[in-house]
């Protein structure tokens, strides 16, 4: 399996996978924006049969298009053809599975941040402007953020708590920068990238813990970061997104003010590797069931750990959350359980727009310069916090 990487090369991806200019259009009907309170609406991409050989079309808009090289995977055979060409360059680096590595180890292998990297660069893609401003900031001891602020726009801004994916053991900061600087770039909030600490050096609730002082240090700091205390959402993707909606299930429990909004994207939200999606995704990449596996033994202290609510967000106490996007891809263990976490937010009581993007795989959201689903759920969760944000 393939998943992230500390690779320093995202460094570089960072800035053309948001850009406006580079985000491509899509073939599809998919909408490129909700409305917040839009409730368990599945938006479905259509197949794309056949197979093209040429490395580079021209799409819709006149970009450059990505595409594919060899015939689909096994696995996919409804995959995207751009989502296909990331995952055939993602393999073309031969990295080996994650249970056969230690988690130093993983952390050294290249990403699909990379993959994009590689396929932009040899596809000619031009570097946009950066339009947001990026600082570093040591939260509390062992927790680092960096955040990016509008370079346009009026002060104080809304405010976005980021937490990046990586199965709580693997990636960075860097690795999801793509999906951090669009989110600061498009919705004209300033973003908290949250480093929090990472399994197995730091076990269970470590990475949930750091993920709760760092909401609780951007309510005390709004002022200090030129964010406005009254507008802070939570998004997350992966791990993150379990990450994000624990937070919120934390502040609910605290009495701390709650988000206003969370964006949920591919969350990991359960610790039941039967679902229909684990079942049906034992070989994608970059994530697949045995990955998963590996992320919960490197980061659960025992498998208990893996009932707590805070993991297993699915049987959770769920009344009172904020309202709440999720994103889900097609090819994806974590695709049930997502689902699930929807209707169950629904069931709830709290307002729920479920987006699910056939024909993708998990990571693909921060992939907007190439995948153009990536664009179109880019554009929902933009919607949907600028609505809750306004």
């Known amino acids: 399996m393939k998943f992230f990487s500390h690779s320093a090369a995202f460094a570089w991806l960072t800035v053309p996978v948001l850009a406006g200019g580079l985000l491509l259009s899509s073939c599809n009907s998919q909408p490129t924006a909700t409305e917040a309170d839009k409730t368990a609406t599945v938006v479905s991409g259509e197949t794309n049969a056949a197979s093209d050989s040429s490395a580079v079309t021209a799409s819709a808009d006149g970009m450059s298009a990505v595409k594919p090289t060899g015939a689909k995977p096994a696995w996919g055979p409804n995959i995207k053809p751009e989502m296909q060409a990331v995952i055939e360059q993602l393999m073309s680096f031969k990295n080996k599975p994650l249970p056969e590595l230690t988690a130093v180890q993983a952390r050294q292998q290249p990403s699909p941040a990379d993959a994009v990297a590689k396929l932009m660069q040899a596809n000619n893609m031009p570097m946009p402007p950066m339009n947001c401003d990026t600082m570093s900031k040591t939260l509390m001891p062992g927790v680092q953020a960096r955040i990016y602020t509008p370079k346009g726009g009026t002060a104080p801004y809304p405010v976005i708590v980021y937490y990046h994916g990586g199965g709580w053991v693997i990636a960075n900061l860097d690795t999801y920068g793509a999906s951090t600087q669009a989110l600061c770039e498009k919705t004209g909030a300033v973003v908290v990238s949250v480093a929090y600490r990472q399994g197995p050096e730091h076990k269970f609730p470590t ?86 596996g590996w992320f919960f033994k490197n980061y659960l202290r025992t498998p208990a750990d893996g009932k707590d609510p805070r993991i297993n967000l699915v049987a959770a106490n769920l009344k009172g959350l904020p309202p709440t996007t999720i994103i889900a891809a097609e090819y994806d263990p974590l695709m049930s359980e997502g689902k699930t976490l929807a209707d169950k937010l629904s069931a709830a009581g709290v307002k729920t727009n479920y987006q699910l993007y056939n024909g993708t795989t998990h990571e693909f959201f921060g992939m907007a310069a190439v995948v153009p689903e990536a664009k179109e759920a880019q554009g929902v969760a933009v919607s949907d916090l600028k609505g809750a944000l306004k």
């Not at 624990?246 to 591919?266: E, F, H, N, T």
């Open 207 to 292: 990475a949930h813990d750091d993920s709760f002082a760092a909401y609780q240090w951007v309510l005390k700091n709004a002022v200090s970061i030129k964010g406005d205390v009254n507008k802070v959402a939570v998004v997350g993707e992966s791990a993150g997104g379990g990450l994000a909606c624990a937070v919120s299930m934390m502040a609910r429990d605290r009495k701390v003010a709650l988000p206003k909004y969370q964006v949920l994207v591919y969350p990991i939200a359960g610790y039941d590797m039967n679902t229909p999606s684990y079942q049906a995704n034992t070989e994608t990449a970059p994530l697949n069931k045995a990955g998963m």
